[in-house]
């Protein structure tokens, strides 16, 4: 007779174990990452509206080389909304689907002058309205220009919060709200930008540096096996 495997235990905790692990993991990030930001480039809200939209699936880096020349040839909302399609895909097209994402800004563009008066809306009802405009957008509008709680779901937060047994849902928006009942409002943005730079140095997709992780004690590593695990410290 075949042997089988024992399957591994589901991982459960009580809401109680859930808020307190919650708050040191905050904790620990915020020692490791005192400064989190986004690392896009932007001196306005209408900036930070376009380099966010430009950075879906695209790194912050490119972004970063691509909006001074963008800013430069188009520098106020009123020239995005008028300039030619075509000018604006092509100095945009190194960031990757610059069709859709040209029709996004001037999109954008345009119902931020018909609708808001020329400013970018403060609020997630209205910004969720704008051509391109999602929650991870929003989110970062509200936490890094307009000074409001703003939780940004992106691939590496759902990555970590999974692995960090904070949610079992895998749809954006639900565990921004899960994440969002674990940690007080003021934590919301800082929280999710220092997971991101977390997913980035140490816990990686494919080989989370196990070994290297100050979040280890507090962390059930859900889905990570022994095999793909970095566990050397360093």
Not at 67 to 78: A, D, G, V
Not at 196 to 221: E, K, M, S
Request: proline share 7%.
């Amino acid at each position: 007779m075949a042997s089988h495997k024992p399957r591994p235990r589901p991982w459960r905790e009580s809401q109680r174990s859930r808020l307190a692990r919650s708050a040191r993991l905050a904790a620990t990030l915020a020692q490791l990452y005192p400064e989190a930001r986004i690392s896009l480039d932007f001196a306005t809200p209408w900036q930070c509206l376009v380099a966010t939209i430009l950075s879906a699936q695209c790194t912050d880096e490119r972004v970063n080389r691509t909006t001074p020349e963008l800013f430069r040839r188009l520098p106020e909302i009123s020239a995005m909304a008028s300039a030619p399609l075509q000018e604006i895909q092509r100095l945009i097209q190194s960031t990757g689907f610059f069709r859709q994402k040209s029709k996004a800004l001037q999109g954008a563009a345009r119902t931020i002058l018909e609708r808001f008066g020329g400013k970018v809306p403060r609020r997630m009802e209205e910004l969720l309205t704008l051509p391109g405009v999602g929650r991870k957008t929003a989110n970062v509008l509200l936490g890094h220009v307009f000074s409001q709680p703003g939780l940004v779901v992106d691939t590496h937060v759902r990555r970590l919060s999974s692995r960090l047994g904070l949610t079992r849902k895998r749809d954006a928006d639900t565990i921004e709200l899960e994440l969002q009942s674990l940690l007080p409002p003021g934590d919301w943005t800082p929280f999710s930008m220092r997971l991101i730079l977390h997913g980035r140095r140490v816990c990686h997709a494919r080989a989370p540096r196990c070994g290297a992780c100050l979040l280890r004690p507090d962390c059930p590593r859900i889905g990570v096996s022994t095999s793909t695990a970095v566990l050397e410290q360093g």
